[in-house]
């Protein structure tokens, strides 16, 4: 079966970076549009970058843009998302999917918290 699971998030401080993983299996193409989305409590979740396996064209909501990079290794079946320049508004749990999402890929997640 698919599976997607996250890892790297954590406490950090305002300004201080960090880098999640998205390791996937079973079924998800490599040619699947692949993205990071990140729920925070009391909101919905909100799309955050996306990436195209071979064209390399990636994008990336405007809250983000500028501070966070996505990519992949399509080899090791790995997406990443570089986070600098965070923000305690950036605390939340991150998600990868492809692009559109399909419910049965939802994942745990790994939190991400911006904290003074």
């Known amino acids: 079966q698919v599976q997607l699971v996250e890892s790297g998030g954590g406490l950090v401080q305002p300004g201080e970076s960090l880098t999640l993983s998205c390791a996937t299996s079973?079924?998800?193409?490599?040619?699947?549009?692949m993205g990071w989305y990140r729920q925070a409590p009391g909101q919905s979740r909100e799309w955050v970058a996306l990436?195209?396996?071979?064209?390399?064209?990636?994008n990336y909501a405007d809250s983000v843009r500028g501070r966070f990079t996505i990519s992949r290794d399509n080899s090791k079946k790995t997406v990443y998302l570089q986070m600098d320049s965070l923000r305690p508004e950036d605390t939340a749990i991150y998600y990868c999917n492809t692009i559109p999402p399909r419910e049965a890929y939802w994942g745990q997640g790994t939190q991400v918290t911006v904290s003074s």
């Open positions: 990436i195209h396996s071979e064209s390399k064209f990636t």
């Open positions: 079973g079924g998800v193409p490599s040619e699947s549009v």
